[in-house]
């Protein structure tokens, strides 16, 4: 998945591609993660990135290749913004609010997301208590390949979006790395939930400030111009959006 603007991943530091090549001619499926892993785990995807597919991809892969055994898949990765048209990628997954007017995008998911960090953390710096207190309090930071760097919360106050600065000693610029910090008490992350729902659950990750909802993180499909799309782009968007519906409920019909 891809962000948009250049905070955490929802995966990695700036945007990481995915590129699926099918048989007749490569068909390009790209998956990217933003630098904001809330956005750094969510909104950077370009197609099949690992947190694009919520941590499921060999049992999604293996439902594709049932389906359509004729469609070779070939996953690659890197840390850029793709050019579908100038690269010959056929379709990319990102997270975020779509800002190429060029592409046509297909929302296929709004996931939901937390702040959280270590019970270590908190018994030693405090749970904060008001959004206005995450400014007294460490935060992972997420830098992307262009240098800018992530340390801030976004969360709805008064019906309003709005974003929080913390402070932070560490920075990372990939997605395992940022889910990994606050597990060895680092500071606060925010990421898309299903990212640390197994640590939340287990109690190694603590939620904090859940009356004030992160603002849900988009991830949607995208495309050059409906005169390029080939029926092999047609049903891996379809059958993508199938796996998203399924963990995050539905979101759009299907590509007309």
């Avoid at 001619?25 to 099949?48: E, F, I, M, N, V």
């Avoid at 990939?174 to 640390?196: E, F, K, N, T």
């Avoid at 891996?236 to 998203?244: G, H, K, L, N």
Wanted: hydrophobic share 35%; net charge neutral.
């Amino acid at each position: 998945m891809e962000k948009q603007h250049g905070h955490r991943p929802v995966g990695g530091g700036g945007w990481r591609d995915r590129f699926l090549w099918g048989r007749q001619r490569p068909l390009s499926l790209a998956a990217a993660t933003p630098c904001d892993l809330r956005r750094r785990l969510g909104r950077q995807s370009h197609l099949l990135e690992r947190q694009c597919l919520a941590g499921t991809p060999p049992a999604a892969i293996g439902d594709f290749r049932r389906r359509y055994p004729g469609i070779e898949l070939v996953l690659g990765s890197g840390e850029r913004l793709v050019d579908l048209v100038g690269e010959g990628v056929d379709c990319t997954i990102r997270a975020g609010t779509p800002d190429d007017s060029t592409l046509i995008a297909r929302r296929l998911a709004a996931m939901p997301q937390v702040i959280c960090a270590s019970p270590g953390y908190l018994t030693q710096a405090g749970k904060p208590r008001h959004p206005d207190e995450l400014a007294n309090h460490q935060a992972v930071k997420f830098f992307s390949s262009g240098g800018a760097t992530d340390d801030s919360f976004d969360l709805i106050v008064g019906g309003e979006a709005r974003e929080f600065t913390a402070g932070g000693w560490i920075s990372v610029n990939d997605a395992g790395s940022y889910a990994a910090c606050p597990l060895r008490g680092c500071g606060l992350i925010q990421v898309p939930r299903y990212h640390v729902e197994d640590a939340l659950d287990e109690g190694r990750l603590v939620e904090v400030l859940s009356e004030w909802p992160s603002p849900e993180l988009p991830v949607s499909a995208l495309y050059p111009h409906r005169r390029h799309l080939s029926p092999r782009v047609r049903v891996f968007v379809d059958w993508i959006s199938e796996i998203y519906a399924e963990k995050f409920g539905s979101s759009q019909t299907g590509v007309k």
